[in-house]
């Protein structure tokens, strides 16, 4: 019997088994696979705004009493901020910024957005430093095009001019063209000096230098570090089409921290079902060869995901199920309206909105507010009422409710 | 006057193509004439079904007599684009069990071959079958590509000297002292018009041919009857099965290429433009499916769409389900006093060689041709051969550069397994920009050079047709990106281009994702979505809603002379 098991390996999952284990002895994870950390961009998004985002955010919590930040409160997301730092620090994960102002970053395709805390390798891309940027990414490579990337954010008033630089490995034959294959290359010293001597005479005055986000896997400080160093300008990185190597970095980092903490993850471990007995889960079944594993526990996180991440299923006749235990999910009635007929527009889809109701515990609870499993509390994406892409909340909402459901 | 084409014939669907080129083959001048691509009507929204004529034996003799002979014929004309399934009819628990020996009667006076099997027999060769099903029949259906066979047929047109016109519309046509005397066509992509001098015009719109008689003044009201179909990821069985009952929605699956095509509804369509798939229809389809393969609600549906099918009876006004599915041919001298007009309206894809046999005929009776029809008899090339465009898939190879030159039709390298060939043996994984259909960067850059006085907007899509990009499971997700930024670096479009091109081929894509987003599609639709927004932060680029003209490259990839705007006068040939 564990103390705490916790379902799910994305960023809530990681994140609550982290805090979990700084109170409780017995911390177990049990997941399906990896979870959404490979697909993010590498920064960390709290809210969207212009102005101050201390300010920002009492004001959400106040006109949307249901959203995560509400329920865990603001608090919470400052204790997971803190959290997320002593797990990344050591991997040589460094995060800048704070709740005062977002970061403008630029993305592969020359847009902009905002977070308010940064990897440090993503720091010197902030657009409200002024100066020429340099975008430069390897010849031909099929994840990266410098020059849509500059010429979109020239044409926003952003002095920016692309270059590429080849890269022989690209052409051997075992070549692996995903960013982690790329990534892995420039862990290795050569090739970042082979690179630095093809970008450095086509400086020419530029403030700073963007890369696609591949400066190094397993050492990616120290890449970024030496890079810099060899351009003697300022270098920060740029998300790439998934995997996402900052993701897989972070991803790498809670791992290594989890297991010399001694909380075991057990990958390939699909939880078909809870076990529940009045009103108190009692743990989680898995499937198994001889006969269904049962992991009891004390108390159960659920951060299994929403719809994309595989918390909730969804059938065609638009029923929506939570995978555990079956809890209700709040939805839009009819199947119809869960989508706009614009894909990428101003409005929203409304299916964001599904997942889980929950009280400021985190508890999960019916319509009327009544708790549904006492010993059970809900991270991430699994909780309903908020709608991560538009709010520009992604990270914030799972570094919020993680925090607050493990504490 | 002479004028400068024996006939011109309206719509570039299997009735058009397959008109004019059986003109061509007996000797006249033809131009085939389409508002966009080739099959972007109904023949390109069809069930992929070459009809036994069992499905209408007991209640439109007629067409199955029609769709047997025809089916025979297509077997032995056009075998590169016809997959020999064959057929079962199947009584299953939710059908009428009086209705099969009517239906088993009814196949052997239209000489239809129908044979009562054992359900255990039809189980043995078809195991996912529902096995409660009651009684089984084989009939000679089959599977066909309509895409290939359109190509076929246009690959053909052009070897005997005939001209086809993509993108280009008909907007009048002008008549003088009772006969037809030319077309005006607008280049859709230029924005220019032409006068195309004609002796005889054939109507082959499908369901805007009413569109173009009343251009000529002739009245000719189309019931056009939207059909939903729905694309499954797997193709669940190797025989096309159809239910054994009168004919109604969902009841028949085709397996064709890695997937199975479940279809139809049949719903009365005000503006055959309008091909919107609704929510009831898809559940319905799925519902049905479920009857004939149990499980099949569940499985993965890749995509959704609709057809409209040009039904049209002269003086009658039964629709839907109980209009007939025979063909008219009119010739507007007789009836409405204008010579060398004529309208083949109606009929099915499996009846389309029929309908251009006698419409043919009344076009070479007009002009005093003498010649017999020679479509029973002529094989249609291949529009596939099996090697010839190997090297074309790679030019990153070291001896690839002489070998790239002129694909003679880029669209028609849709078979994987030869992409797959292509790849392994370049070893160069890089290159691949869409990694569901197998599509390199190199075929990307051939095709946008052969598109290269299109328009921004438009550009990402027609490189779907030729090369399927975007067609796999992740719908665009990856390759969007990709595509827009080879157009973008290989100077065909300026990022403002590029982006605007991404943001339309993401749109197209939803449109046919729209009504199947449960289960995997929906995680691979939010997937997509964070890519788009969140990543690439699609959404905070202000994305000019009106597409501006693509710069002109020239062969060697280097920028034109010509400034955006200032394009070279469009001449009539060839697209």
Redesign the interface.
């Known amino acids: 019997m564990d103390d705490v098991l916790v379902i799910g390996a994305g960023p809530a999952g990681l994140l609550a088994a982290w805090v979990a284990r700084r109170t409780q002895a017995r911390v177990r994870l049990l997941t399906t696979g990896i979870g959404t950390t490979h697909v993010s961009p590498g920064w960390l998004s709290i809210l969207d705004t212009d102005g101050d985002l201390q300010a920002a955010l009492d004001g959400w919590v106040l006109r949307h009493p249901a959203h995560p930040y509400a329920l865990a409160g603001v608090e919470a997301l400052r204790g997971g901020i803190a959290a997320l730092r002593e797990v990344c620090a050591p991997a040589g994960i460094n995060y800048l910024g704070d709740l005062q102002s977002n970061f403008r970053l630029p993305t592969a395709l020359g847009a902009v957005k905002q977070a308010a805390l940064v990897p440090e390798t993503f720091a010197s891309g902030d657009l409200r430093q002024p100066g020429e940027i340099l975008i430069a990414g390897p010849a031909g490579w099929r994840d990266f095009y410098p020059a849509l990337c500059a010429e979109n954010l020239a044409r926003q008033g952003i002095p920016a001019r692309a270059i590429s630089f080849d890269l022989p490995e690209m052409h051997a034959g075992q070549f692996d063209p995903t960013p982690a294959g790329l990534a892995r290359l420039f862990d290795q010293p050569g090739v970042r000096e082979r690179s630095a001597a093809l970008i450095r005479p086509q400086l020419a005055g530029a403030s700073r230098v963007g890369l696609p986000a591949i400066l190094g896997l397993e050492h990616s400080h120290e890449a970024w570090h030496d890079l810099q160093d060899r351009l003697s300008v300022p270098v920060f990185e740029i998300p790439t089409l998934p995997p996402s190597v900052p993701g897989m970095r972070l991803y790498n980092a809670f791992k290594t921290a989890l297991e010399r903490a001694g909380v075991q993850i057990l990958l390939d471990m699909t939880v078909t079902h809870g076990l529940v007995e009045d009103h108190r889960a009692r743990g989680a079944a898995v499937p198994g060869s001889v006969r269904e594993m049962i992991f009891g526990a004390e108390r159960i996180i659920l951060a299994t995901g929403g719809l994309y991440g595989g918390g909730i299923v969804s059938d065609y006749r638009g029923c929506l199920r939570e995978t555990v235990f079956g809890l209700p999910v709040m939805a839009p009635d009819n199947m119809s309206e869960w989508f706009d007929d614009r894909f990428i527009g101003s409005a929203d889809h409304a299916i964001h909105r599904a997942g889980l109701r929950a009280n400021q515990a985190l508890q999960p609870v019916d319509a009327a507010g009544q708790v549904l499993l006492e010993n059970v509390r809900i991270a991430g994406r699994l909780l309903g009422d908020y709608s991560p892409l538009s709010e520009g909340s992604t990270e914030g909402a799972w570094l919020a409710t993680a925090y607050r459901a493990a504490s | 006057m002479a004028q400068e084409f024996d006939t011109i014939v309206i719509g570039g669907g299997a009735t058009g193509a397959g008109v004019a080129l059986d003109l061509a083959l007996r000797g006249l001048r033809v131009a085939l004439v389409e508002r966009a691509d080739l099959c972007n009507g109904t023949s390109g929204r069809y069930h992929g079904l070459l009809h036994s004529g069992g499905r209408y034996a007991v209640t439109d003799p007629e067409s199955a007599r029609e769709c047997i002979t025809e089916n025979q014929i297509l077997r032995h004309i056009a075998p590169a684009s016809i997959e020999d399934t064959g057929g079962l009819f199947l009584t299953t628990p939710d059908d009428d069990p009086a209705y099969a020996d009517k239906w088993l009667s009814a196949c052997q006076a239209c000489g239809i071959q129908a044979e009562e099997i054992s359900v255990a027999r039809a189980l043995q060769s078809e195991p996912a079958l529902n096995p409660r099903t009651q009684r089984a029949f084989r009939v000679p259906d089959g599977a066909c590509d309509s895409f290939d066979l359109v190509d076929a047929l246009a690959v053909a047109i052009r070897s005997l000297g005939g001209s086809v016109l993509t993108y280009h519309e008909v907007t009048g046509l002008e008549v003088a002292g009772g006969r037809v005397r030319a077309a005006t066509l607008r280049n859709v992509r230029s924005g220019e018009s032409h006068r195309l001098g004609a002796a005889t015009i054939v109507n082959a719109a499908g369901a805007w041919a009413g569109e173009i008689a009343r251009m000529a003044g002739c009245p000719v009201i189309v019931r056009p009857s939207k059909g939903t179909l729905v694309a499954m990821a797997y193709r669940f069985v190797n025989t096309v099965l159809n239910r054994c009952h009168r004919p109604g929605d969902g009841d028949i699956l085709v397996p064709i290429g890695t997937v199975a095509v479940i279809g139809t509804t049949s719903v009365p369509a005000e503006d055959p433009n309008e091909t919107g798939v609704q929510?009831w229809e898809?559940?319905k389809l799925?519902e049905e499916g479920e009857k004939l393969v149990p499980g099949f609600?569940?499985a993965r549906?890749l995509r959704a769409w609709a057809g409209v099918r040009p039904l049209y009876e002269e003086g009658g006004a039964a629709l839907g389900r109980e209009a007939k599915r025979t063909f008219a041919v009119l010739d507007h001298a007789s009836r409405d006093g204008v010579a060398g007009l004529v309208t083949v309206v109606g009929g099915k894809l499996t009846t389309y060689r029929l309908m251009a046999e006698r419409a043919a005929d009344i076009v070479c009776q007009d002009l005093g041709v003498d010649k017999p029809c020679r479509t029973k008899e002529f094989v249609l090339p291949d529009p596939v051969p099996p090697i010839a465009h190997r090297k074309t898939a790679n030019v990153s190879t070291a001896d690839g550069g002489s070998d790239s030159t002129q694909p003679t039709a880029p669209r028609t390298y849709h078979v994987l397994p030869h992409r797959l060939a292509a790849v392994e043996e370049s070893?160069a994984?890089?290159?691949?920009?869409c990694e569901c259909e197998l599509v390199t960067?190199a075929q990307i850059e051939q095709s946008a050079r052969a598109h290269g006085g299109g328009q921004a907007h438009w550009i990402l899509d027609d490189l779907r047709r030729d090369l399927r990009l975007g067609m796999g499971p992740c719908q665009a997700g990856?390759c969007n990106?990709?595509a827009?930024?080879?157009l973008?670096?290989m100077g065909a479009a300026?990022?403002?281009q590029?982006?605007q091109a991404?943001?339309d081929f993401?749109?197209r894509r939803?449109k046919g994702q729209?009504p199947l987003?449960?289960?995997q599609n929906?995680?691979q639709?939010?997937?997509?979505?964070?890519?788009?927004?969140?990543?690439?932060?699609?959404?905070?680029?202000d994305v000019p809603l009106r597409s501006t003209p693509l710069r002109p490259v020239t062969n060697d990839g280097a920028l034109g002379d010509n400034p955006p705007g200032d394009e070279p006068q469009t001449t009539l040939s060839e697209v």
């Open positions: 929510a898809v559940q799925l609600s569940q549906a070893q994984a890089d290159s691949l920009i960067r990856f990106y990709r827009a930024g080879v973008n670096a300026d990022a403002t590029a982006t991404l943001a993401a749109q939803w729209r987003l449960w289960g929906l995680r639709a939010l997937l997509d979505e964070q890519i788009y927004r969140g990543v690439l932060g699609l959404a905070e680029l």
